[in-house]
């Protein structure tokens, strides 16, 4: 199926009537709300994310684009509504549990450590290699070793490994990010914002990253850069003031008078 079929096929069997569908969907969020002292940040009926999708969620400042990774990843518990992934009901999991289940998640500043080599910001972020700062060098089996390479490999830092990350630019560290998230091998992805800073071609770079990452995971992507997203040429969910706003192709949200006045309206 091309992009405009599956499209089609989403809306025609849409998630608002089908509900939680565990063949169809990884990432399924039901009637949730988050609400801070009275105010909803976050209100959907429906969201459903497919296996081995690339999903790009946009929305002008404030549409509660960032509350939903909390919500997915459990930094926010929701006030009504319920998460689920994998067909479990993950509403109620600690965010270390989610975590552990396979949603890894990259924050908009890159936790990367400056003094640390690229090397070695891949050993720290092994599984289970949280506690060993004091023994760093001592713990890296062969296997881990072959799979750290293998990443760098992919994402074109192989060349670095030896660099401290303070020395890598803006891009490769955004890449570094999401390295470190790869070796997990966590089943959904969430990005936020990972073209924000970068250059043309860094931006270019990571677009294809995102997309070659696609076959092994399921990503979502929130991104405010539009020619960022055109190059994704995926899915886009639009947000707004908490609520699902639209959905399509970036050709069509771009085209839809409730998303032009929302993005000029502020
Ligand atoms: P976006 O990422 O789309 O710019 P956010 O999800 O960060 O939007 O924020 C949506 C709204 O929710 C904003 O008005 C923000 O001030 C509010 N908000 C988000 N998190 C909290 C919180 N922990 N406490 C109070 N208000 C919050
Ligand atoms: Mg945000």
């Given at each position: 199926?091309?992009?405009e079929?599956r ?14 569908s ?13 609400v801070?002292?009275?105010?909803k ?6 969201l ?14 404030g ?11 459990g ?17 109620h ?10 949603i890894g ?22 599984p289970?290699?949280?506690r ?20 760098l490999?992919?994402v ?6 030896d660099t ?8 490769q ?7 470190s998230?790869?070796?997990?091998n ?17 931006t ?16 979502i ?22 609520k ?10 771009q ?10 309206g502020r």
């Open positions: 199926m091309n992009l079929e499209i089609a096929d989403y809306k025609l069997d849409s998630p608002r009537v089908s509900r939680f565990e063949e169809r969907f990884l990432l399924f969020l039901e009637d949730v709300t988050a801070f002292d009275g105010f940040a976050l209100d959907i009926e429906a459903g994310i497919g296996h081995n999708e690339l999903r790009v969620i946009i929305g002008p400042n549409a509660g684009k960032t509350t939903l990774c909390d919500v997915v990843s930094k926010t518990r929701p006030t009504t509504g319920n998460v689920y992934f994998q067909g479990k009901d993950i509403t999991e600690t965010e270390t549990d989610i975590a552990l289940m396979g998640r990259k924050f908009q500043t890159p936790a990367v450590f400056d003094s640390l080599t690229t090397y070695q910001n891949m050993e720290l972020a092994l289970g290699h949280q060993l700062w004091s023994n760093l060098y001592a713990s890296v089996t062969a296997e881990e070793n072959d799979r750290i390479l293998e990443i490999e992919r074109g830092l192989a060349d670095e490994s401290e990350a303070k020395y890598l630019s803006h891009g560290r955004q890449w570094l990010a999401i390295s998230l790869i070796l997990s966590p089943k959904l992805l969430l990005v936020d914002e990972p073209a924000a800073g970068l250059t043309d071609s860094e270019e770079l990571t677009a294809e990253l995102l997309l070659e990452l696609k076959d092994d995971h399921t990503i992507v929130i991104e405010h850069d539009m020619d960022f997203v055109r190059q994704l040429n995926s899915f886009v969910t639009v947000l707004n003031e908490g699902i706003m639209a959905e399509g192709t970036m050709e069509e949200v085209e839809n008078e409730e998303v032009i006045e929302a993005y000029l």
